[in-house]
T-cell receptor
Framework: QKEVEQNSGPLSVPEGAIASLNCTYS??????FFWYRQYSGKSPELIMS????GDKEDGRFTAQLNKASQYVSLLIRDSQPSDSATYLC??????????FGAGTTVTVRA | DVKVTQSSRYLVKRTGEKVFLECVQD?????MFWYRQDPGLGLRLIYF???????EKGDIPEGYSVSREKKERFSLILESASTNQTSMYLC?????????????FGPGTRLTVT
């Protein structure tokens, strides 16, 4: 069973702060890693993809991958109330499917 | 922009009814997926398809079947709906390009079985 674990929430941060989300995975052969954002009552929306070790930045979002430690993270800089959502970590191995974590709920306090 | 559409946003059905949930994607994606999402249980894969007329069971296929007659369309069928199938159903699609596999989700169908 391929497992994806995320830090348990909820995570509450003040507006303008950095929100840090963590994810570990069990399958060392995993190749591709994704972060999805899901607003309450809505479907998941892909916000970041990362395939190689290191950092990848997109606007206020930075994904970090460390395959040796089997660890992927998402940083949200200058957090805004509109960032309040559940963030899902997803990992692709080699059988067409993604394995999803349970999600971390982020609340940004105005 | 990838677009995945689902036939209904909300659906109410009675126990024992046969239920069809339709999903259409317009990006020529090879892979299509059906999930259900329940509070505390996360996303669970029901079935997926990597080609027309091909289907594979996911983690919770019991009580469900699927049909993929055309590349852009993937249907989920509840043969005899039961109350424990009340859930949010999410369809997704992805390219088959090696190393990628980003999945794009439709808006979801919230099904209530009474």
């Amino acid at each position: 069973q391929k497992e994806v674990e995320q830090n348990s929430g909820p995570l509450s941060v003040p507006e303008g702060a950095i929100a840090s989300l963590n994810c570990t995975y069990s399958d060392r052969g995993s190749q591709s890693f994704f972060w999805y954002r899901q607003y309450s009552g809505k479907s998941p929306e892909l916000i970041m993809s990362i395939y190689s070790n290191g950092d990848k930045e997109d606007g206020r979002f930075t994904a970090q991958l460390n395959k040796a430690s089997q660890y992927v993270s998402l940083l949200i800089r200058d957090s805004q109330p509109s960032d309040s959502a559940t963030y899902l970590c997803a990992v692709f191995s080699n059988d067409y499917k993604l394995s999803f974590g349970a999600g971390t709920t982020v609340t940004v306090r105005a | 922009d990838v677009k995945v559409t689902q036939s209904s946003r909300y659906l109410v059905k009675r126990t024992g009814e046969k239920v069809f949930l339709e999903c259409v994607q317009d990006m020529d994606h090879e892979n299509m997926f059906w999930y259900r999402q329940d509070p505390g249980l996360g996303l669970r894969l029901i079935y997926f398809s990597y080609d027309v007329k091909m289907k594979e069971k996911g983690d919770i296929p019991e009580g469900y079947s699927v049909s993929r007659e055309k590349k852009e369309r993937f249907s989920l069928i509840l043969e005899s709906a039961s109350t424990n199938q009340t859930s949010m159903y999410l369809c997704a699609s992805s390219l088959a390009r090696t190393g990628a596999y980003e999945q794009y989700f439709g808006p979801g169908t919230r099904l209530t079985v009474t």
